[in-house]
């Protein structure tokens, strides 16, 4: 035992844990899912069958789409203008409403337990609506129109920004709060001097991220009324013009991914 | 100065951090605190600042009770006391500059302080601080870009900003080398002879302890088990407060734990 240089034979080393129930509930649990997805295609009528007959129907389509009609462009800049206006309204506002939402929701830096759980379900509320049904309340308070896209928008931001700027701020270094508050400084001045410093970048790179996720919802939510391209969209594909169809989503397709590769570049340079 | 009466502080899990502690310290009084590890060193020099509330028992500061101290009052309070920290606890992101200023919080208007437009008397400060420590070159380069060393300096401008009547250590040259804990240790020493500033520095070296304490408290499990003179600590007086008698060794040990 002492004598050093082989390795110990094992008389006393533990046996693994036996994992035998751990293995049956994994293997009823996939079992379970696979049976949930059968019924699941069966219930929303799913046919391989019908997908391959129609594909003749496809190719009609493509034809019709195929060659985009290049001169509908000059009609397009506008809206895409308003679609990007509203993105950008909506990332800006949306943020602004997170910032002390978010602190609010952060339990190192919430002033008062109640606070905290109130900003929390506040939260969570805003969260639990998807952007879509903000759009049709907003279209049905203030009427269809880039407005009612930049409120649901907006809300939407609030509802992403605060939730993962929550989730930092609840991360800071705590020890700093406690050095600022041995100075004499309040609520107010921790936050400025002992939370935002560290919260900062993210908060930069969380408003970025929301501004791509605005581009491209901003795109959808026209297509409910809420103005900018997608409203041209809807116009278009209610007329059959493929032609013009694809070059929208062409556009927008370029627009939206040169917005994300800015921001994905930005942001790495933040955190 | 600072007078604790049967001051007790239990924790929310059931440790009692002080035990009816009785330690009067005068003004000007350089005081070193030595204990092992949850002695209550750290305890007995938050309750002095109130970040740790006294579960009962009394405590004046200034003439002024922490217990009672609420609100604007605490606010106040604290900012006659200043306090370093072991691990510096700089705001990282932020100048050297706006670091000595979280010194002048309590004093300046909340508006002012959060956009930045601080009052000329307390950029003075400030700057007045940072030459103290002889950091001045460095007020416009950011926290996280200074040594351990000059970090713990700016920690004690910041401090010094406050225009304390008394200063807290909390172990502060555990993080730095001994070259630097004696640099850091001889300016809390010259702080505290040339402003008259009352200071409480806690320390688990005894060595170190009894080379800068005119005055050393021995705590054990939150009770005073000696008090008296740097120079004059015996051997039994060791046992007392670390518990075991005192070989080589054990006092290197002692020296090793946070």
């Not at chain 2, 700057?127 to 380069?141: I, K, M, P």
Request: hydrophobic share 50%.
């Amino acid at each position: 035992m002492s004598n050093g240089s082989s390795p110990s034979r094992g008389a006393h080393r533990p046996l693994p844990p036996r994992r035998l129930r751990q293995r049956w509930v994994s293997t009823g649990a996939l079992a379970g899912l696979i049976a949930l997805t059968a019924w699941a295609g069966a219930r929303v009528g799913f046919s391989l069958r019908e997908l391959l007959g129609n594909l003749d129907k496809l190719t009609r389509l493509l034809d019709d789409s195929f060659p985009p009609e290049w001169s509908f462009w000059p009609r397009l800049r506008a809206p895409l203008v308003e679609t990007l206006a509203i993105a950008l309204l909506a990332t800006a506002a949306g943020s602004l409403v997170a910032v002390p939402l978010s602190l609010f929701a952060a339990r190192p830096v919430a002033p008062a337990a109640w606070v905290y759980r109130t900003a929390r379900a506040a939260m969570n509320l805003l969260r639990t609506m998807p952007d879509l049904f903000w759009a049709m309340l907003f279209a049905s308070a203030v009427g269809f129109g880039p407005f009612a896209g930049v409120m649901a928008l907006s809300v939407f931001t609030a509802a992403v920004v605060s939730k993962l700027l929550s989730e930092s701020a609840e991360a800071i270094d705590p020890r700093v709060l406690e050095a600022v508050r041995a100075s004499g400084g309040g609520w107010l001045e921790c936050v400025r001097f002992a939370v935002w410093p560290q919260v900062a970048p993210h908060f930069a790179s969380y408003a970025l991220y929301s501004l791509e996720i605005n581009v491209r919802a901003s795109t959808v939510l026209g297509l409910v009324g809420a103005g900018g391209i997608g409203m041209v969209l809807r116009t278009q594909l209610s007329l059959f013009e493929y032609d013009r169809v694809v070059l929208i989503i062409l556009v927008s397709f370029l627009v939206v991914l040169v917005i994300e590769q800015i921001s994905a570049l930005t942001r790495r340079r933040l955190v | 100065m600072i007078d604790f009466n049967g001051a007790r502080v239990v924790y929310a899990n059931g440790a009692c951090a002080l035990d009816g502690l009785d330690l009067e310290i005068a003004a000007g009084e350089m005081v070193v605190v030595v204990g092992l590890s949850g002695a209550g060193k750290s305890t007995l020099l938050r309750a002095v600042n109130g970040l740790v509330p006294l579960t009962s028992g009394d405590l004046r500061v200034a003439g002024r009770s922490v217990r009672q101290a609420r609100g604007r009052a605490l606010r106040l309070l604290r900012a006659e006391v200043g306090m370093i920290f072991q691990d510096f606890r700089l705001v990282r992101q932020l100048r050297v500059l706006d670091n000595v200023l979280v010194g002048r919080l309590a004093r300046v208007a909340a508006w002012r302080s959060v956009i930045g437009a601080w009052p000329k008397h307390d950029v003075d400060l400030a700057f007045d601080a940072l030459e103290r420590v002889g950091l001045l070159a460095r007020a416009y380069d950011r926290a996280s870009q200074l040594s351990g060393g000059q970090q713990q300096r700016v920690g004690i401008a910041r401090a010094l900003a406050q225009q304390p009547s008394v200063i807290l250590a909390d172990e502060p040259v555990a993080s730095l080398d001994p070259v630097t804990s004696k640099q850091v240790m001889d300016d809390l020493t010259r702080i505290n002879r040339e402003l008259g500033i009352t200071t409480l520095v806690n320390l688990h070296d005894l060595d170190l302890a009894t080379a800068y304490g005119e005055r050393i408290v021995g705590l054990r499990a939150g009770k005073r088990v000696f008090d008296g003179p740097g120079a004059g600590v015996r051997a039994a007086d060791f046992d007392r407060i670390y518990g075991r008698s005192a070989p080589s060794d054990d006092r290197q040990e002692a020296r090793g734990e946070r």
